[in-house]
Structure formats: C-alpha cells, structure tokens
C-alpha cells in the first residue's frame, strides 16, 4: 500500500494518473527467406568452372549481362537465373550521313557475346531504334549483322537484317531481330524484322552462326544508291540484346 492505493495500479498508471493501459508488444520478425545457398563471384565468364562439377552451385559473373548476372550449373551447362537476361542496352547515338557515299555500309556500333553463353537452345531478341533525317526516300537502309570473333562487319558478316528498299519515307524504325539456336551450337533459325506485314525481310532465315565462338552483333547502316546529300542521315538511337535462355 502507498497512501492507500495498492502498489500494483500505480504501477500501471501513468505519471499523471491515467487510465491504465496495456503495453504494446511489438509484431514479430518476419521468418527469414530461405536460403538459395551461397552465391560466388568469379572473375569472369572466362573464368567459370566446369558446369559438370558445379551442380546446384550459384556463381556472379561481372562481365555477361548489362549489370554482371547470375548463373546456376544443372549438372551440364551454366544457366542464367534471369530469364530472358538483358546483355546489352545502349544510347548509341551513332550515325552516318550520304557523304560516304553510293552504296556504302558503315558499322555505327557493335556488342561482342562471349563464346558459349548461348547455349544450343538458347536465343536472341535484338532491338535496334533509327531515326533518319532529310529529304527523300534514300539512304534509309539500317543494317543488323552478326560475325565471328575471326571475321569482321565487312568480310565476315552474316545478315540478320538487310532493310534495303523496306523503309522510304519514314522518319524512325524500331527493328525486332530474333535468332533462335535449332538445338546446336552452330545452326540458328532467325526472324529478320518485324515492320511490315508481307515484305520479304520477315521471311525466316537459317543460318550458321556458331556460338561456340565469340560472336559480335553489329548495328550498321547502309547507304542506298541513290542518297548523295550529306542532309540525309541514318542514326543508331539504341539497341539492346537479350539472350532467351
């Protein structure tokens, strides 16, 4: 007793003799997530260990996708956790005008995918944004092209868009390229554009780009034969490539 109040209510009421309440208790911790096992960098795609003797193994590799990606080995071959993982994206703003020249390709920009990190199922979604300045309908033939690590845009290329007489007097395209790998490394089956309904370009192709090798996809623009003004330019705006894995 103290002053004839039970000790137990002034413990529970406030300095100025409040109502008694209930402390709050505060929520519990949230379960933690489960652990998909340790994660290991590496120093580079190069560098990766043998798939075969990495299973179930989480591995960071800095130089393969826009930011570094994950990999996951299934006992075979190296896998990205994203899916589709973005390899490239970049504000190019390379461009060409007519002064090169009848009938000239010019390379604008270019992205380079290491050896194997397609794998024989795998496959690409490139996207490529032009715009086109001047007067007329020529000079508006953009270029997509592939080439082996021993080759180069001009002797070792393999068209994967050839816009030449598709586009006249539009002032932008946005280009939609996809290559799909037919169960091997070096066998691909590609949908060339996809602007126009009918023209020949969206025609599928095969084709034999060997992904066992470096292979660099090259942004190019070609200069058709009948654009001579310097006004009239041809601009790479930006691309991105996606593997689809």
Do not use: H
Request: aromatic content about 8%; proline content about 7%.
């Amino acid at each position: 007793m103290l002053l004839g109040v039970p000790f137990g209510l002034v413990a529970l009421q406030g300095c100025g003799g409040g109502t008694a309440s209930a402390a709050t208790v505060p929520p519990p911790a949230p379960a933690p997530a489960p652990s998909s096992g340790p994660v290991t960098t590496v120093g580079g795609w190069a560098a990766r260990p043998a798939a075969t003797a990495s299973t179930g193994q989480t591995i960071f590799v800095p130089d393969v996708g826009a930011a570094g990606s994950l990999w996951y080995s299934n006992g075979s071959a190296w896998l990205p956790v994203s899916n589709p993982l973005t390899l490239a994206r970049r504000f190019s703003n390379a461009g060409m005008d007519a002064s090169v020249g009848a009938s000239t390709d010019v390379l604008l920009d270019s992205f380079t995918i290491p050896a194997y990190v397609l794998g024989p199922s795998s496959g690409l979604r490139i996207t490529a944004a032009y715009s086109f300045s001047g007067a007329g309908s020529g000079g508006k033939a953009p270029q997509v092209r592939a080439w082996l690590g021993v080759g180069s845009y001009a002797s070792g290329a393999i068209a994967l868009l050839d816009a030449r007489g598709q586009i006249t007097t539009q002032d932008s395209v946005l280009c939609n390229v996809t290559l799909q790998n037919r169960n091997s490394m070096a066998s691909n089956q590609i949908r060339p554009i996809d602007f126009v309904f009918g023209a020949s370009g969206n025609a599928f192709a095969t084709s034999a780009i060997d992904f066992s090798q470096d292979v660099t996809i090259g942004f190019g623009a070609l200069n058709d034969s009948s654009s001579v003004s310097a006004g009239n330019q041809q601009v790479l705006e930006w691309f991105s490539v996606e593997l689809m894995s």
